[in-house]
């Protein structure tokens, strides 16, 4: 597909999950493979892999990718929350979720993620099923539109850009990348952090309410821990403080009653990897454990 991908703190995912020979892993957002790839190779020669991501184009690149692997590695398109499900009451020795957007999606000008390039103001996962952001942009109630930029996005110009939007809307559907972005920055006005752009906070809360990123995400978590072997290891890699805050919270919520928590304090990348991937700024990575009895 031509999509530069690198995997975000790879060396210590590896780490932390504790990838071994003959083990069974889940990839509950495999996105390109990159994860997965390494994880297969590391657990050489039987260990297996599912693979789970409900982007269908980011599950072809990812089966291009594991295809030398033959039968260890198995594809499902599916929501991470489904893998109790898809594991059909089987044990995994380690869980992945990598909650961060992948550069397939960020890269696709037609995918809506990012204002970089002008595109259709998509912005869903899954583009088999429901609302699109131009959805969301074009009916929703200005004070539910503000609330939404706020509570996700964090951006307390809220009331602002909503108001603007509405205002715009009334005279004509806002359908691009490029036109929302502009339209944000007139009525954020400059960016409290040096270097964000004005439009990047409600753009983050327009993707997570299309995708419904924090809906059930505690619940699963406990869920995906009663899913791990004596031993097993879950570890997620989250990307915003507002998914941070909940993985923390479940993670030391569960230690105590079976469980360990393996990070103190989340691991960030270091200077080199944020050099050699600027994505990767913003990861934060937190693991836990199933004791053994």
Do not use: W
């Amino acid at each position: 597909m031509g999509i530069a991908h690198q995997p975000v703190l790879l060396a210590e995912t590896l780490e932390f999950l504790a990838v071994r020979p003959g083990a069974r892993y889940v990839d509950g957002t495999v996105g390109l493979g990159g994860h997965a790839e390494a994880i297969l190779r590391q657990s050489s020669p039987n260990g297996t892999l599912l693979g789970v991501d409900r982007d269908s184009e980011a599950l072809e690149a990812a089966g291009e990718r594991l295809a030398p692997f033959g039968q260890r590695a198995r594809l499902a398109h599916a929501d991470y929350r489904e893998i109790p499900r898809l594991l059909g009451g089987q044990k995994a020795d380690g869980i992945l979720l990598d909650l961060g957007v992948s550069s397939l999606q960020l890269e696709a000008a037609d995918r809506g993620f990012s204002f970089r390039a002008e595109g259709p103001l998509d912005m869903r996962m899954d583009r088999s099923h429901g609302p699109t952001a131009e959805e969301l942009v074009n009916r929703l109630p200005e004070r539910e539109l503000a609330d939404v930029i706020f509570r996700y996005g964090e951006e307390r110009a809220s009331r602002r850009i909503a108001r603007a939007i509405v205002d715009v809307r009334r005279r004509r559907r806002i359908a691009t990348t490029t036109e929302l972005a502009n339209l944000v920055r007139g009525a954020a006005g400059r960016s409290r952090r040096p270097g964000l752009d004005p439009a990047t906070r409600t753009f983050q809360a327009l993707r997570i309410q299309v995708n419904r990123e924090l809906e059930g995400l505690a619940d699963c978590l406990e869920r995906l821990a009663d899913c791990l072997a004596l031993g097993g290891r879950l570890v997620v890699i989250a990307f915003h403080s507002l998914e941070d805050r909940e993985v923390k919270q479940r993670f030391r919520g569960l230690t105590g009653r079976g469980f360990a928590l393996l990070t103190k304090k989340p691991l960030a990348p270091g200077e080199a990897e944020v050099a050699r991937n600027p994505r990767a700024r913003s990861a934060h990575l937190r693991a836990l454990a199933r004791e053994a009895a």
